[in-house]
């Protein structure tokens, strides 16, 4: 049991960061940190990131990198919204099916084409940047009719939460008990080698983007509604970069091979404790974003250590 509990740290060591964070800062704030309100707040934002890099986890692990959550959820929103006249409550649906086919088309590009998966879903995410920018005329446009989605059910437990639970065990269940994920660790360990055992691996990169975009548009369903049911239209840089922050800092390194959905539960959930933490210290907000910047280097370089010598494609 002792050994198990010290192999289980061993393998995820962001866990004693999580607990030390938790001692830290409830005796720095006692009378804020452990508060139902400052818990709640936690639990809010570690389902914004969690949503916004369950699906983009599973690219990881195979060593890419797949950057186009926030344009799915902009550019989807947008669409929502001009939607939802003619399709009602159903215009929502075109979250996973923008999803879908921006995975599909990335995968396909990136795979076939030998495309460098950060430079294309980053062009992407500038594209539907662009594309959101000029269909809402360049105002933020609220969208009414989808309350329902985040409505309380439980108190002090942000309904979106719930929803974000099928979600998340669907993505673990994936990567750590079929086949396609044993692929895709094999893959992000060594693509040379995966392609010599016979493991078609052109075919499991597309299937990797695919299910990352299926996921983040199903996740966006409940996102879109959690983050206010309205469509921004400036893209702002640390809705894409924290939810980067979770996928390293829990334990899954750029390169791929290991890691995953279930690590980046845990990245997410100290990120959140970690920036709220901070920010209960009545920080200045730049100085929280460069701390969050510092945060991201470190992670990637204690994420890398053991592992040099392997290139991110």
């Not at 740290?9 to 720095?28: D, E, I, K, R, T």
């Not at 548009?217 to 049911?229: E, K, N, P, Y």
């Not at 210290?281 to 040099?308: K, M």
């Amino acid at each position: 049991m002792t050994r198990g509990f010290f192999r289980l740290l061993a393998a995820n060591p962001v866990v004693l960061v999580l607990v030390g964070l938790v001692v830290l800062f409830s005796l720095l704030y006692p009378q804020r940190f452990l508060t139902s309100l400052n818990l709640t707040t936690i639990l809010k934002q570690f389902v914004t990131l969690t949503l916004f890099a369950l699906g983009p986890s599973m690219v990881v692990v195979m060593g890419s990198l797949d950057l186009s959550y926030v344009g799915i959820w902009m550019l989807g929103g947008i669409l929502v919204w001009l939607l939802t006249p003619s399709l009602g409550l159903g215009a929502i649906l075109i979250f996973p099916l923008l999803g879908l086919g921006t995975g599909f088309l990335v995968g396909v590009v990136h795979a076939k084409g030998k495309i460098p998966s950060f430079i294309l879903t980053l062009c992407l995410l500038v594209v539907y940047w662009g594309l959101t920018a000029i269909l809402s005329g360049g105002y933020s446009r609220a969208v009414k009719g989808y309350e329902f989605i985040t409505a309380p059910l439980i108190p002090y437990i942000p309904t979106a939460f719930l929803w974000s639970l099928p979600l998340i065990a669907a993505s673990v269940y994936l990567m750590e008990r079929t086949k396609v994920g044993l692929y895709l660790y094999a893959i992000g360990s060594n693509e040379e080698g995966a392609q010599l055992a016979g493991i078609p691996v052109t075919r499991y990169k597309v299937i990797a983007f695919t299910l990352s975009g299926l996921f983040t548009g199903i996740g966006t369903i409940i996102l879109f509604q959690h983050l206010g049911g309205s469509v921004p239209v400036e893209l702002n840089l640390k809705n894409v970069v924290w939810p980067l922050v979770a996928i390293v800092l829990g334990g899954t390194p750029l390169v791929g091979g290991s890691g995953g959905p279930q690590r980046t539960l845990l990245g997410a959930l100290t990120f959140s404790v970690f920036y709220r933490g901070l920010y209960l210290s009545l920080l200045h907000p730049e100085i929280l974003q460069l701390l969050v910047g510092i945060l991201l280097i470190v992670s990637i370089i204690v994420s890398a250590r053991g592992i040099r010598g392997v290139e991110i494609t």
